[in-house]
């Protein structure tokens, strides 16, 4: 059936107007295809990888060397599901490979303040900043690509199609979302995505 705008609506869970291009902490979950458990199984409480967890949290590590103006902050890999906290950085959008200080600053593009780091290394030359669904989708294209692969299966689909996000506003924010990544694998049975 050929595409038609009218029958085919996709409803965005973004913010209408929201540049997520802009510096800012976000926290996001990718939940896997039917929720199949392919990453692992959760053992008393610890999560024990098997190899497709390995290329999710190799291609995890890797983002940064794509994105150089991102910084990883806390990642969980669940058998079915990942969560994770970026920082889109500040960059001086200048020439030369100095470093800049880390600092923390507050700008309010939203309602409620939105927590937002600068620092790192500047970018050799002026570099196109991308959105977080970029990221996401990176994330998730790079590693689909490697497990189909092992699993000689090319272009079986291994995420679902959309993902959560959430802007962080602040450190309280910030330190409930890293407390709830921390327990996400001693909660596995109450998790929402629980599957057997």
């Known amino acids: ?36 458990n392919l990453f692992g199984r ?14 999710i949290h190799r291609v995890w590590l890797d983002l940064p060397r794509h994105y150089p103006y991102i910084t990883l902050d806390w990642f969980v890999l669940m058998p079915n599901h990942v969560h994770a906290i970026i920082f889109q950085n500040h960059d001086d959008k200048g020439r030369g490979g100095s470093s800049l200080d880390v600092k923390t600053t507050m700008l309010k593009p939203l309602p409620g303040d939105v927590m ?3 620092g790192g290394e500047t970018c050799p030359y002026k570099m196109r900043r991308h959105g977080l669904s970029e990221i996401v989708r990176a994330l998730k294209s790079f590693s689909a690509r490697r497990i189909n692969q ?3 299966a090319p272009g079986q689909a291994v995420w ?28 596995w049975t109450e998790d929402k995505e629980y599957r057997e």
């Open 160 to 187: 679902q199609r959309n993902y959560f996000e959430r802007i962080i506003r602040n450190q309280k924010e910030l330190d409930a979302i890293r407390e709830y990544i921390t327990d996400n694998p001693r909660r």
């Open 1 to 36: 059936m050929k595409y038609d705008p009218e029958i085919h609506r996709r409803r965005s869970i973004r913010y209408k107007d929201f540049d997520y291009t802009q510096p800012g902490a976000y926290f996001f979950t990718l939940v896997t295809r039917e929720r199949a």
């Open 150 to 152: 092992i699993r000689s």
């Open 116 to 118: 937002t780091v600068s």
């Open 42 to 55: 959760i053992d008393q409480g610890v999560m024990d990888v098997n190899r497709f967890g390995e290329i």
